[in-house]
């Protein structure tokens, strides 16, 4: 019988680095990333593209870094991202999302960190509500 693996993905500071990784992180072969002549770099960023099915990929030293560039990638400044009330780039990328990308985050009550396609829905009707005629008694 095998034993289940969990991969804890709360955040990049909770992962610690076994022997093994250890020992082969001194031994990896470096070069200057920027210039495009870090071998190991290089390696893990085609490896990540082939596993996606991608032209290219690129590494990112940090999950929130991830986070940010994606955000900065996939919107408009001035659109809002719906996310869990307890997602990480809620919670503790503060307002990462607006500086860097103009998005307002607008988290939404979760069950376990799931939100549902309902939940979506509704909150994405109200999102056009400035444009409403407002009255006045």
Known sequence: MTAEVIVDLRSDTVTRPNATMRTAMA????GDDLSGEDPTVNQLESLAA??????AAMYVPTGTMANQLAIRAMSRPGSELICPSRAHVYCYEDAG????????VRPLHDELGVITPDQVTTAGKGRHHHLRRCRFS
């Not at 031994?27 to 470096?30: F, I, K, L, P, R």
């Not at 999302?97 to 307002?104: E, L």
């Open 97 to 104: 999302a607006a500086r860097n990308a103009g998005v307002q």
């Open 50 to 55: 082939s596993l996606l099915g991608k032209q």
């Open 27 to 30: 031994n990896a072969e470096v």
